[in-house]
Nanobody
């Protein structure tokens, strides 16, 4: 029943910005760490950013200073603000979260949202 739904992807020119959202729903007791990953065509899925339940953030070096991960615990939603986008940021972006739902916690994944940055 637990589901992560992503939104906010789209097409943007280099230098532009996008804000991705990841909303959790279902029978949720608590949400631990939330993270964003991305996967470009022909490449492995890459971790991008994470945020703990307390709000501590960590980023991959390639997005530091440009991306900001945040969360709204009341809304059970994580965000990824992406500024100064580059063509190499083009990928399917996935949200992941550690969620406790009636039993032992486990990781969940969203369906992915396409981000395309044109040059």
């Amino acid at each position: 029943q637990v589901q992560l739904v992503e939104s906010g992807g789209g097409l943007v020119q280099a230098g532009g910005s996008l804000r991705l959202s990841c909303a959790a729903s279902g029978s949720i007791f608590s949400i631990g760490v939330m993270a964003w990953y991305r996967q470009a065509p022909g490449k492995l899925r890459e971790w991008v950013a994470r945020i703990s339940d307390r709000g501590t953030t960590v980023y991959v070096d390639s997005v530091k200073g440009r991306f900001t991960i945040s969360r709204d615990n009341a809304k059970k939603t994580a965000y990824l603000q992406m500024n100064s986008l580059k063509p190499e940021d083009t990928a399917v972006y996935y949200c992941s979260a550690y969620i406790v739902s009636g039993g032992p916690g486990m990781g969940y994944w969203g369906q992915g949202t396409q981000v395309t940055v044109s040059s």
